[in-house]
């Protein structure tokens, strides 16, 4: 990809609105704008990072077992009604009336809606357990959106759901659910704590947070040093030493990636959602739910990796995993050398490559690849040009490197 030909627009001064990191460098690298609070447009830049994201999240669902639905974000009132949500979600759902005066809500979540498909679905103990999952908008009147993709009205989520036949099944389902989370945010190259949580406005019986620890987070947790005890303190309260072991907790900011939920039958039961067991008889299902906040996750990874140049990306959610930098100037026969290098690696590492042929001084070039986080840049000089010579640089080290033009591939790869 050139960057001549998609809309390559940085911006060197820090946008007045941003209070965070990761807002900043999202705004300043051209992956992001704002349409209205908490709503963004996300860019080709932007887009290409939620999309490798989603990837990612889709491999390792698929893996976990679980099949991908897709369900409407329209979601009729009468279902809210049935569990209690219509009322007692207050004023962050979204709620609008059709035209013929019937009440809907954009979903915050799934819970209703899936639980009436599976119960038309799922009848028999045979099919059990199933896990279904999907990657969709959410809406969400949020009393104060901000951050950028922190804390938007309309975000992009993972969303799973599991049925199970009992409890111990159920436990399972939650087990294997909490293990692809770990697979997840290994590969995206995060690192993560899981903490126990409060259930909030989904209910059920118990919950696991998964935490990316920063300064910026809205959470607060706590976690012992001796053992393996962590909480968010919306459950710890005010505790300052372990439950289990007694030792002082320490205490930090985080930001919430992910959540599960053990939802038992909190909406089985009011939606009277259940299979015939081998003996015949109706059984609620065992539900559990499992959240990815998949659009917060660009943010997070940024407040988790930048320096005062820009974003650091992992390598599995840059828009690209290499820039070429071509500073030939205006010799045309280098020029054309320098594009012909790129070609060649596009070739190596399809959808990997982003060549900077714009006509400008390397230094806007060197920012803008820094403030945008593309994890290895390959500097074509004039000089290392003409001796078939190009350097590296590491975004995340800074380490440069000369290497020569035949070796170029194998020391990306
Ligand atoms: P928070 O405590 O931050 O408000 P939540 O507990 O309300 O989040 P869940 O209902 O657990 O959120 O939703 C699952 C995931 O969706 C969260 O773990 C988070 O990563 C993401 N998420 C929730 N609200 C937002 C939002 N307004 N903008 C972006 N992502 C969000
Ligand atoms: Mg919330
Ligand atoms: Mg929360
Ligand atoms: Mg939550």
Sequence with gaps: MRTTRLPYVTFHEDPAEAETVSHRLMLRGGYVRKVAGGLYDFLPFGARVLRRVERIVREEMDRAGAFEI?????????????????????????????????????????????????????????????????????????????????????????????????????????????????????????????????????????????????????????????CRYASNVELAGAATHCPLCQAPLERTTAIEVGHVFDL???????????????????????????????????????????????????????????????????????????????GLLEERFPEEVLVDDRDLRAGVKFADADLCGFPIQVILGEKGLRENRAEIKVRSSGERNTVDLSALSEWIA
């Excluded at 820009?310 to 500073?327: N, Q, S």
Aim: with cysteine; hydrophobic share 40%; proline share 5%.
């Design 70 to 226: 897709l369900m409407p974000a329209l979601q009729p009132a009468e279902m809210w009604e049935k569990t209690g949500r219509w009322e007692k979600y207050g004023k962050e759902l979204f709620r609008l009336t059709d035209r013929h005066d019937r009440s809907f809500a954009l979903g915050p979540t799934h819970e209703e809606v899936v639980t009436e498909l599976a119960s038309g679905l799922l009848n028999s103990y045979r099919q059990l357990p199933v896990t279904l999952y999907q990657i969709q908008t959410k809406f969400r009147d949020e009393m104060r959106p901000r951050f950028g993709l922190m804390r938007g009205r309309e975000f992009v989520m993972k969303d799973a759901y599991s049925f199970a036949r009992s409890k111990e099944e159920g436990a399972e389902c939650y087990r294997i659910m909490q293990e692809a989370y770990f697979r997840i945010f290994a590969r995206l190259g995060l690192s993560v704590r899981m903490v126990e949580a409060d259930t909030g406005n989904i209910g059920g019986y118990s919950s696991h947070e998964f935490m990316v620890l920063a300064p910026s987070g809205e959470d607060t947790v706590v976690f012992c040093g001796s």
């Design 264 to 342: 038992g039958d909190r909406y089985s039961a009011p939606m009277e959602a259940g299979f015939l067991d081998p003996d015949g008889r109706e059984t609620l299902f065992h539900m559990g739910c499992y959240g990815i906040g998949v659009s917060r996750l660009l943010a997070a990874a940024i407040e988790q990796s930048h320096d005062d140049a820009g974003i650091i990306w992992p390598t599995a959610m840059a828009p690209f995993a290499v820039a070429v930098l071509p500073l030939g100037g205006r010799d045309a026969e280098l020029s054309e050398k320098a594009l012909r290098i790129a």
